[in-house]
């Protein structure tokens, strides 16, 4: 009796590929020019390169290609190049079944780490496979030129780009991961489009209900996708690249001024996760992420460190930028803070391909009495329209780039000393000007700035590439004025702005009909201050160390006082306690002088000053005077006079006009930009 032979049992092998053919998404494009090769087409290729970063999904699309070729009945051949350790007869130990297979597909993934071999490959060993052999490599570095020089080689090969997903396609993979639809929007923000990144949050959301980015996950990443690293320095510059929007050779030397910096910035440049821009180099979206994250968490101390050094340095380029360039390298320096919980409120950084700004053009003000109407109302409209009239320079004028239409703009007002009456002319500017008068009054060569219209008719004052530009602007002005006093911003909704305010060291000095005034004294706690503590406690949980400004701001005097001071403090130079309350010792000045205490640093100061009269040869009479009053043991200025062989009305000239150069010269120093003198 004939008895039926048992069905061939299932394997783990077949249930592998069911599942993956109904969990792999995207990749259409790949797979069509796959299974063209398979076919055989008369233009298909014989040779496919599948060519991305770590973690992109090139070993997934691997596996779906060889679950793709058993269904065409055809062997797929997989080689690791990571196991290939030896030379050329290692390979040929890993693939010998390519030879005795029929119509094999030779699958070789981690082609970056047998790529020494790809010239054998090339002339040697692929030529002997059979015809009809379907080749597949997948890595992470460009394939030799050789590949599309070589006119035999170069119509049967096609590379095959393996990029990050679109939105649609990592919906897709969310979806079949058994994501909620209420969580994938914010997974795919995270991600980015990255595959790996994708799953992993994906696994996160699914076992934890709520997705929240963790060390564990950023660790992983990082394992995954960049290789090691030849040394300490070499880690330090791809967390540099991470850190910055764009990585140049002047930046790397200014965070890392030890290293010899071309090596580093040229293995950077050869990582396969690192792209070339306008900026620099760039690390993709999700590796940058993660480096900056894993950093920032592991070693918080060298994250502030790199982070001040690039400060520093993309600061002192925004100084010495072209006009055309002020706002791309602001942009900058703001990218820097991107990670802090604070600005990403406030600005957007997704770059402004839309928008641009420009100076006032003949013909804007209509526009901008339009946007200002529909803003703001029709008295706002009439004050743009006198300030137009008074300050056409204040108004940077926001454009679309397809249309060059007005669709924004910023007024930043100007007001010196003399200005009083012109900005009693509105009554914002006004409630500025009675501030700065009531607090610290303008001295020689001071202005105020007043950022009095920031218009936005469709998202008025609220975050968008429109108001990333007039930040962008701001942040500019207050890095590249000269002599700056006060800088005001008005905002009509001050309980949106407040944070953000507070943030930038801007306190809420007034509020007026139109909104909050806010202000920071650029005297009392200046741009090297400012820029210390600004982002200080978003990024690192902190405000910085002693050594800047006080809490309370620098003492500001005006001309007559700061003389007063100065007359007190070298009169009683002997008088410890009397000396102990002169206002200088409040003064930048004395904050920035490296004496231990201010009482040794206004000493020193006032020493130096009277040393210096003394190196000018016409003020030789003017130091003896100074010298013999005040450095002496002398009881009265009787006895001063005396020891100077001078007569009395004569002394009293002397000392007059040498203390008076004394005070000119420490007021050069205090209000100087950067306390030169």
């Known amino acids: 009796m004939h008895v039926p032979a048992d069905p061939p049992k299932r394997r783990l092998a077949d249930r592998l590929r069911e599942t993956r053919s109904t969990t792999f998404t995207g990749r259409d494009a790949h797979l069509r020019v ?13 040779l496919l390169f599948l060519q991305g970063p770590a973690g992109i999904g090139k070993s997934a699309l ?19 190049g990571k196991a290939v350790t030896g030379g050329p007869a290692a390979f040929e130990s890993e693939a010998a079944e390519v030879f005795t297979a029929g119509l094999p597909v030779l699958l070789i993934d981690a082609f970056e780490h047998c790529q020494g071999l790809e010239r054998w490959l090339r002339e040697r060993f692929l030529p002997r496979l059979p015809d009809g052999t379907v080749i ?62 994708l799953s992993l949050a994906a696994e996160v959301t699914v076992r934890e209900g709520a997705w929240q980015p963790s060390q564990d996950v950023t660790s992983t990443l990082l394992r995954q996708l960049v290789e090691e690293v030849p040394s300490p320095a070499h880690r330090q510059a791809l967390h540099i690249c991470a850190h910055a929007r764009g990585t140049t050779e002047a930046l790397l030397r200014a965070a890392l001024p030890d290293e010899e910096i071309e090596p580093l910035f040229q293995w950077l440049r050869d990582q396969p996760y690192i792209e070339e821009g306008r900026d620099g180099l760039r690390p993709h979206d999700m590796i940058r992420d993660a480096l900056d994250t894993d950093l920032r968490w592991r070693d918080p101390t060298r994250y502030q460190a790199m982070h001040r050094r690039m400060l520093a340095h993309l600061v002192q380029e925004v100084q010495a930028a072209a006009p055309a360039s002020l706002l791309h390298r602001v942009d900058a320096v703001n990218y820097l803070h991107r990670n802090g919980r604070i600005k990403s409120r406030y600005y957007r950084f997704t770059g402004r391909g839309g928008v641009t700004e420009t100076r006032l053009r003949h013909g804007d003000r209509s526009a901008l009495l339009d946007m200002t109407r529909r803003a703001e109302g029709p008295e706002s409209a009439d004050l743009v329209a006198h300030w137009l009239r008074h300050q056409p320079d204040a108004f940077q004028v926001h454009r679309r780039c397809d249309t060059d239409e007005p669709v924004g703009f910023l007024a930043w007002l100007r007001f010196g000393a003399a200005d009083g009456q012109l900005a009693a002319t509105d009554p914002v500017t006004a409630a500025a000007w009675a501030h700065t008068e009531a607090t610290a009054p303008l001295r020689d060569g001071e202005r105020i700035g007043v950022a009095r219209f920031i218009i936005d008719p469709v998202t008025y004052q609220r975050p968008s590439e429109i108001l990333d530009l007039a930040l962008q602007r701001l942040v500019g002005t207050y890095l590249t004025a000269a002599r700056p006093a006060w800088s005001y911003t008005l905002w009509s909704d001050p309980s949106f702005w407040d944070e953000l305010m507070v943030y930038s060291q801007h306190e809420l000095v007034t509020k007026v009909p139109q909104g909050g005034l806010y202000g920071h004294d650029w005297r009392a706690r200046p741009l090297s201050s400012w820029l210390e503590a600004v982002g200080a406690e978003d990024l690192f949980g902190s405000r910085p160390g002693p050594g800047g400004a006080p809490a309370s701001g620098y003492t500001i005097l005006s001309r007559s006082g700061f003389d007063a001071a100065v007359r007190d403090s070298l009169r009683l130079r002997r008088d410890p306690d009397r000396a102990a309350v002169n206002p200088l010792l409040g003064t930048r000045m004395v904050a920035e002088h490296p004496a231990p205490d201010p009482a040794t640093a206004l000493d020193r100061l006032l020493t130096e000053a009277v040393e210096e009269i003394g190196q000018e040869s016409p003020h030789q009479r003017l130091h003896e ?14 006895a001063a006079a005396a020891r100077l062989h001078l007569p009395m009305t004569t002394y009293r000239r002397y000392l007059n006009r040498a203390v008076d150069r004394v005070a000119d010269r420490l007021w050069l120093r205090e209000t100087s930009p950067h306390g030169d003198h």
């Open 34 to 46: 796959f299974g063209e090769a398979l076919n055989g087409a008369p233009d298909a290729p014989v």
């Open 136 to 197: 597949v490599l997948a890595g992470r570095r460009p394939l030799d030129l050789a590949w599309r020089t070589d006119p035999g080689w170069s119509p049967l090969v096609r590379v095959l780009p393996v990029g990050a997903f679109t939105p649609a396609e990592s919906a897709e993979l969310l979806s079949v991961r058994g994501v909620a639809p209420e969580h994938r929007q914010q997974l795919i923000a995270y991600a980015n489009g990255h595959p790996l990144a």
């Open 62 to 80: 691997l596996r779906r290609f060889a679950d793709i070729a058993a269904t065409y009945g055809r062997p797929a051949i997989e080689v690791d």
């Open 625 to 638: 005077t100074l010298r013999v009053t005040y450095f002496e043991d002398v009881p009265s200025q009787e």
